[in-house]
T-cell receptor, first 111, second 115 residues
Framework: AQSVAQPEDQVNVAEGNPLTVKCTYS??????LFWYVQYPNRGLQFLLK??????LVKGSYGFEAEFNKSQTSFHLKKPSALVSDSALYFC?????????FGAGTRLFVKA | NAGVMQNPRHLVRRRGQEARLRCSPM?????VYWYRQLPEEGLKFMVY????????ESGMPKERFSAEFPKEGPSILRIQQVVRGDSAAYFC?????????????FGPGTRLLVL
């Protein structure tokens, strides 16, 4: 069965520090993995995706994610967090026509 | 290029009324997806449509919910005889092609409140 897990409900980090938001997946076949960000009362904004190729994917706003097949993970990272990065982050996997979203991780960046 | 548009942004209905949610995909996109987000939860897939066709409705409740994407005009998600449990944010997304590798672009959502 296809599933996506975000083990942390919330991540707190100080501005300027590196951040990591974790995601693990379970899928039969090739994974198509996405990260989206949601600001309050807004829709989801696409950050980056892994389809094939390099395991390190670079995306919008300085974010990147590393695909690790052996650990079935796709963690989102940023070298230096900004207060404006505070938002709700969703990992997702698309198989067939259906996209499965993780429950979301709320990121708080403190000044 | 305008993004995905949804209206209304907020909708208040009393129990038993009908709710109609509209979604206009991005220009050039012929694939539309509807998702529901309950408070403090992730998005749950509801239905995937192409023009005039429902491709996958495995996430739709069996009763009271229906969706369409006519040849002309926006996609419509219709909820009949709403109940309080239908209160949620409903998001529409679109993509230019189908396939797992395609990025879906999301609208701002319609927040439905059932009194």
């Amino acid at each position: 069965a296809q599933s996506v897990a975000q083990p942390e409900d919330q991540v707190n980090v100080a501005e300027g520090n590196p951040l990591t938001v974790k995601c693990t997946y379970s899928v039969s076949g090739n994974p198509y993995l996405f990260w989206y960000v949601q600001y309050p009362n807004r829709g989801l904004q696409f950050l980056l995706k892994y389809i094939t190729g390099d395991n390190l994917v670079k995306g919008s706003y300085g974010f990147e994610a590393e695909f690790n097949k052996s650990q079935t993970s796709f963690h989102l990272k940023k070298p230096s967090a900004l207060v404006s990065d505070s938002a709700l982050y969703f990992c997702a996997n698309t198989g067939g026509f259906k996209t499965i979203f993780g429950a979301g991780t709320r990121l708080f960046v403190k000044a | 290029n305008a993004g995905v548009m949804q209206n209304p942004r907020h909708l208040v209905r009393r129990r038993g009324q009908e709710a109609r949610l509209r979604c206009s995909p991005m220009k050039g996109h012929s694939h539309v997806y509807w998702y529901r987000q309950l408070p403090e939860e992730g998005l749950k897939f509801m239905v995937y449509l192409q023009k005039e066709n429902i491709i996958d409705e495995s996430g739709m409740p069996k009763e009271r919910f229906s969706a369409e994407f006519p040849k002309e005009g926006p996609s419509i998600l219709r909820i009949q005889q709403v109940v309080r449990g239908d209160s949620a944010a409903y998001f529409c997304a679109s993509s230019p092609k189908t396939g797992g590798q395609e990025t879906q672009y999301f609208g701002p959502g319609t927040r439905l409140l059932v009194l």
